[in-house]
């Protein structure tokens, strides 16, 4: 059964970084599918990157600003925050899937909070 632990939120002022670090446990292939969701206070969660064994994807939003990174031999992921704004704030959520092959899977942790002030 794969877990995932955030690490990595805080408080910082607009214009400032973070860097998240989600780590997994379990049995994890490269080619599994691992990224950062968000949510903020009254809306949806909503992607804001994700890497596959193919090609990386990131929010319209976060581009140029944000970069999702893996270690496969560490089974984590890293979020780079830079130039963060306060509408960057909310719960981010590391996500770790696999959807072929005999055993699938859709795990999130449990979530960091990022708050971004003005």
């Known amino acids: 059964q794969v877990q995932l632990v955030e690490s990595g939120g805080g408080l910082v002022q607009a214009g400032g970084s973070l860097r998240l670090s989600c780590a997994a446990s379990g049995v994890i292939f490269s080619s599994d599918d691992m990224g950062w969701y968000r949510q903020a206070p009254g809306s949806q969660r909503e992607l804001v990157a994700v890497s596959s064994s193919s090609s990386t994807n990131y929010a319209d939003s976060v581009k140029g600003r944000f970069t999702i990174s893996r270690d496969n031999a560490k089974n984590t992921v890293y979020l780079q925050m830079n130039s963060l704004r306060s509408e960057d704030t909310g719960v981010y959520y590391c996500?770790?899937?696999?959807?072929?092959?005999?055993?699938?899977?859709?795990?999130w942790g449990q979530g960091t909070q990022v708050t971004v002030s003005p």
């Open positions: 996500n770790a899937r696999r959807v072929r092959g005999s055993i699938t899977y859709n795990t």
